[in-house]
C-alpha cells in the first residue's frame, strides 16, 4: 500500500543536507512540523514550517529536554489510519496526522569521546553533565514510534538516507510503498538500538557497575552436519544485529567468527570473502565496490555460497553487485537504506549488521576429555628484517604486510600469494608447504592472474629453497615468512642469487 506524504515532522541535531528534503516536501505541498533549531533553519529557507508547539500548546521546557514528548505529536504518529477508533479519538483531541518523522539523534558517542579526549589531555575526569545532556529521549521514542506504525508512517533516522529519500519523492510523487516504509523501519530500530547499546555501555564502564550476566542457551539449526544437534551458549546478538535471513547454523557462526577475525585486522576499506573458515578472497581498496569487486575476482569460483564481510557500509552500487551471486552471510558495520531494499529481496540471505570487531582475548576447543585454551594470535610482525638481495620496494612491502595478515588466517599449510593489495591465489591446509605453494599457483592461474611481482606470504618458515625457487619461476619478486628453520640460508641464498627480496618476521601463524 502506497502512502503519500502530506505531513512530516523534522527534528535533527545535523542539519547538514536537510535542505533539498525540506524543498521537495514544500514543493510537493507537505505541511512541516518542526521545533527549536531545525524550525529556524527551515524559516532561513522562507520555507514555511509550523512549530510543535502550536500542537502541544507547550514551549520548549526544561532547558530543551521536553519538545516533542506530548499527545499531540505520539497520537499523529502512533494512530492507525485504518482503525475507526484511532481515526475517531484523533478528530476529537484535533491531532493532525503525521505521514512522515525524520530526526537523527543527539550525538552521545561522539561527545563522549571528545570528553574523553579532553580528560586525558587535561588529566581530569570527564565532565559527565555534557555527556548525559547527549542522551537523547525525544528522539529515539519518535523514531521507535514512527518505526512502530510504519503500515502508515514513513521514518529517517540517519542523514545518509536523505539523498534517497528526495530520490523516491520525486520518482514516485510523493508516495511511498510498504515495503520501503518497512525498510526504514527497520533501519531507524537498528538504530535506536546501537544508541542505546552505547548508552548502556557507558553506564557499565563504571567501576561500582557489574554487567549483568546475559548469557543464554540458542538452539541452532544443526551442526557440522545436519544429523548432528547443536547449540550457541553465549550472548549471541552482542556482536552484531540480524535484519534478514533464515536462523544462523553452527557453520554460519563458525565462518562468521573467521570472517570478523579477518576485517578486525584493516581500518582501510576491505572486503573479504570466506569459505569454510578460510580467505578465498580479499581486497583492499578505496571504495567498498571495489573492494569487494577485487575480492571477487580474486577467486569467483569459491565466493559462491560463502560469507562476505566488509568494514565500512554497504552502499547501494555494492549490494546491487553483491546480489549477482549467491552467498549464505553478509556482515558490515551498516547498510544503506536502498542496499538493504535490494539485499533483503531473498528472504533466506542472512545479513548481520556488525556492532564491534572486538576480539576475545583467548579461545578454546574441547578436545579429549578436557578443554584446550590459548592467548589469540594477535600482531603481523615481531620484526622486520630484510635478508635478501635487495630492500622491498614500497608496494612490495605494502603487499607484503597485507599477505601476512591473510596468511595469518588461512589453515596451515598455508601461503598466500598478494599483488596490488589483491589475494589473488592461496594454498591452505596442505600436508606439505611445497604442496600449498603449488595449490597456490594453480589458483592464481586458473584466474588468469599475472603473477610477475606479485609477493608470496607463508605462515611458517620455508624448510627448504624449493618454494621459493616455484614461486620465483612463476613470477613472485619478494617473500615473506617467519624464519627459524635450521636451513633458513637455502631459501636466503636463493634470494640473494636471484635478486628477490625477502623478510622474516620472528612470528609463526599457524592455524589449525
Not at 477508533?85 to 496526522?97: G, R
Request: charged fraction near 25%.
Amino acid at each position: 500500500m502506497n502512502k503519500k506524504i502530506a505531513s512530516a515532522l523534522i527534528s535533527v541535531f545535523d542539519k547538514n543536507g536537510l535542505e533539498p528534503v525540506v524543498r521537495q516536501l514544500h514543493q510537493q505541498g507537505a505541511t512541516i512540523y518542526s521545533t527549536g533549531g531545525t524550525q529556524k533553519f527551515i524559516e532561513d529557507l522562507n520555507l514555511p514550517v509550523v512549530a510543535v508547539e502550536t500542537l502541544t500548546t507547550y514551549p520548549s521546557i526544561l532547558g530543551g529536554r521536553v519538545k516533542t514528548l506530548h499527545p499531540a505529536v505520539f497520537g499523529g504518529i502512533l494512530g492507525r489510519r485504518n482503525n475507526e477508533t484511532d481515526v475517531e479519538e484523533m478528530k476529537q483531541y484535533n491531532i493532525p496526522e503525521i505521514d512522515l518523522v525524520i530526526v537523527d539523534l543527539y550525538p552521545f558517542e561522539q561527545t563522549l569521546e571528545e570528553q574523553k579526549q579532553k580528560a586525558a589531555e587535561t588529566e581530569t575526569e570527564i565532565n559527565e553533565a555534557a555527556v548525559i545532556e547527549k542522551i537523547d529521549i525525544g528522539g529515539p521514542s519518535l523514531l521507535r514510534a514512527a518505526a512502530k506504525n510504519f503500515e502508515s508512517v514513513m521514518v529517517v533516522s540517519s542523514k545518509d538516507d536523505y539523498d534517497f529519500l528526495v530520490e523516491l519523492l520525486v520518482l514516485q510523487n510523493g508516495e511511498i510503498t510498504l515495503e520501503q516504509r518497512r525498510i526504514f523501519a527497520t533501519n531507524a530500530f537498528t538504530i535506536v538500538a546501537r544508541y542505546d547499546t552505547a548508552i548502556n555501555e557507558y553506564f557499565l564502564s563504571h567501576d561500582d557497575i557489574k554487567a549483568i550476566n546475559v548469557e543464554t542457551e540458542t538452539i541452532l539449526r544443526y551442526g557440522e552436519n545436519p544429523h548432528q544437534h547443536s547449540f550457541f551458549w553465549g550472548d549471541i546478538n552482542k556482536s552484531f544485529t540480524q535484519l534478514n535471513g533464515k536462523e544462523l547454523s553452527y557453520n554460519n557462526l563458525v565462518d562468521v567468527d573467521a570472517a570478523v577475525q579477518i576485517i578486525a585486522e584493516r581500518s582501510d576499506t576491505t572486503f573479504a570473502i570466506i569459505k569454510h573458515t578460510n580467505v578465498c578472497g580479499i581486497a583492499m581498496r578505496d571504495t567498498v565496490f571495489e573492494a569487494w569487486q577485487a575480492a571477487f575476482d580474486g577467486d569467483p569460483e569459491s565466493a559462491f555460497g560463502g560469507v562476505l564481510v566488509c568494514n565500512k557500509a554497504i552502499d547501494a552500487s555494492t549490494a546491487y553487485a553483491i546480489s549477482e551471486i549467491f552467498f549464505e552471510v553478509l556482515i558490515a558495520p551498516s547498510f544503506s537504506v536502498e542496499a538493504l531494499q535490494k539485499l533483503i529481496t531473498k528472504k533466506n540471505r542472512i545479513l548481520l549488521e556488525l556492532k564491534h570487531t572486538d576480539i576475545l582475548p583467548a579461545t578454546s576447543k574441547s578436545i579429549l576429555h578436557g578443554t584446550l585454551f590459548q592467548d589469540k594470535d594477535h600482531g603481523n610482525f615481531e620484526k622486520w628484517e630484510e635478508v635478501g638481495a635487495r630492500q622491498c620496494s614500497a608496494t612490495e612491502k605494502e603487499d607484503l604486510e597485507f599477505a601476512n595478515l591473510v596468511c595469518k588466517h588461512l589453515k596451515s599449510n598455508a601461503i598466500a600469494l598478494v599483488k596490488n593489495k589483491q589475494l589473488i591465489g592461496k594454498g591452505c591446509g596442505q600436508t606439505s608447504r611445497i604442496d600449498a605453494v603449488r595449490q597456490a599457483v594453480e589458483k592464481a592461474k586458473q584466474f588468469n592472474f599475472d603473477l610477475k611481482g606479485a609477493v608470496m606470504a607463508s605462515d611458517a618458515f620455508f624448510p627448504f629453497s624449493d618454494c621459493v625457487q616455484l614461486g620465483h619461476e612463476a613470477g613472485i619478486t619478494a617473500f615473506i615468512q617467519p624464519g627459524g628453520s635450521m636451513r633458513d640460508k637455502d631459501s636466503i641464498d636463493y634470494c640473494k642469487q636471484n635478486n628477490l627480496a625477502m623478510v622474516l618476521t620472528g612470528l609463526r601463524h599457524f592455524r589449525h
